[in-house]
């Protein structure tokens, strides 16, 4: 069986503020061909090379996964985690999601677990960074 990777799916309720803030917010790489808009499409990003992140919108992800319905905007069923070298390195990347227009959900702060903090991305989905706390 050879291995491809693995790729994280979420709806997005407009793609041109999604791509900026995963680009800019979280600089992953956007690959794939553009689209007439300047965007790839599918609209994807390389997390790293064993895991890519697609962003589709909400009416396309509904083709997706048929009768289920799409989760309402702060309602979620999962935690996306992202896991970087250290405790200034996590509070880097929040800042930078921050910046490009995140909520925080928690604030950075050691946690029993790790050196943690969360936000919502433009669409509600929720990502945890986080590092070992002796790192």
């Known amino acids: 069986m050879t291995s491809a990777p693995v790729i ?10 999604s ?14 061909e553009l689209a007439d808009d300047g965007i790839p499409e599918p609209l994807q990003f390389v997390v790293n090379d064993g895991l890519r992140l697609m962003l589709i919108p909400t009416g396309g992800f509904g083709w997706v996964i048929g ?7 702060g309602q979620s069923e999962c935690l996306l985690n992202l896991g970087v070298a250290s405790p200034t390195d996590v509070d880097a990347v929040v800042e930078r999601a921050r910046a490009a227009g995140a909520e ?8 029993p677990w790790a050196y943690a903090g969360v936000f919502a991305d433009p ?8 590092a070992d706390s002796e790192a």
């Open 8 to 17: 994280v799916s979420l709806p997005i309720s407009d793609r041109a503020t």
């Open 19 to 32: 791509y900026r803030f995963y680009r800019d917010g979280l600089g992953l790489d956007a690959v794939g």
């Open 67 to 73: 009768r289920h319905e799409v989760a309402p905007r």
């Open 104 to 111: 925080i959900i928690t604030d950075t702060a050691a946690q």
């Open 123 to 130: 669409d509600g989905h929720l990502w945890m960074v986080s």
